[in-house]
């Protein structure tokens, strides 16, 4: 998913969810152009969001990512004010904020955001401010919370929305998504890998993504199941499915 309130190309995305218990990590990473200063707005099932700095650890998510491709291969915290954190400005905003904050910031407000407020009523919205020109994918975003619904399961965001336009039923995909938890081993398909200066230790497994035989998928996020693979002593394992929430 990208939410943007104003016109953007994005593409080449990437998106860890990692967990512990309730305790969720997730890193959002892609390849974004605007002509104008933006907002992306990513909506967390969380009261409270805690931001980490990805600056000694920029590559992780381009790692991980090459690790997916080659396992496929073988296959066949609440506040109003922007946190500088790494390349970014970031800052964690309650739904009957929102419009305030943006309009604060100088930034456009799209008309159908006061229904995806309604929509994410229980989430805490992520702000990053996107400047003119920008390349992200130069440094992935990273947030830490504890997820206050749908508790067995792990929120991707995947609904896509650029500025004005009309928000279709379905979307383009091309993404790498990657699940991390301390129990994932190569017996269930994961891997781990060696990422200087990361701060966890997980285990990874991950699934690409993109448009098919000119098929596109359903526009919505992704709520992942996660169950037990009991050929592989209970690891985790994932269901994943797309959940439109607007349409």
Request: net charge neutral; proline share 4%.
């Amino acid at each position: 998913m990208c939410i943007f309130n104003e016109a953007t190309i994005a593409g080449s995305t990437k998106i860890m969810v990692a967990h512990r218990g309730l305790r969720r990590w997730m890193a959002y990473q892609m390849k974004v152009t605007s002509k104008t200063k933006s907002m992306l707005l990513l909506p967390q099932p969380t009261a409270a969001i805690k931001f980490h700095d990805t600056t000694a650890y920029a590559e992780f998510l381009d790692l991980l990512a090459i690790q997916v491709g080659e396992k496929e291969a073988e296959n066949t915290r609440s506040t109003k004010e922007m946190t500088k954190v790494g390349a970014y400005k970031m800052a964690a905003i309650q739904p009957d904020d929102l419009i305030n904050f943006l309009v604060e910031q100088g930034q456009t407000i799209p008309s159908w955001l006061y229904k995806m407020i309604r929509v994410y009523e229980n989430f805490t919205w992520l702000c990053v401010s996107i400047p003119a020109g920008f390349d992200m994918k130069a440094q992935p975003i990273l947030i830490e919370y504890i997820q206050n619904q749908r508790k067995e399961e792990l929120f991707l965001n995947m609904m896509e929305i650029h500025g004005e336009e009309e928000i279709e039923l379905t979307a383009d995909r091309d993404h790498v998504l990657i699940f991390g938890n301390e129990d994932i081993t190569k017996k269930s398909g994961g891997f781990r890998i060696d990422i200087p200066n990361f701060p966890w230790n997980f285990g990874f497994i991950g699934s690409t993504i993109k448009n098919q035989f000119n098929k596109k998928f359903k526009n919505g996020d992704m709520w992942v199941k996660i169950g037990q693979d009991k050929t592989t002593s209970n690891e985790p394992a994932y269901l994943m499915g797309f959940e439109n929430w607007m349409l």
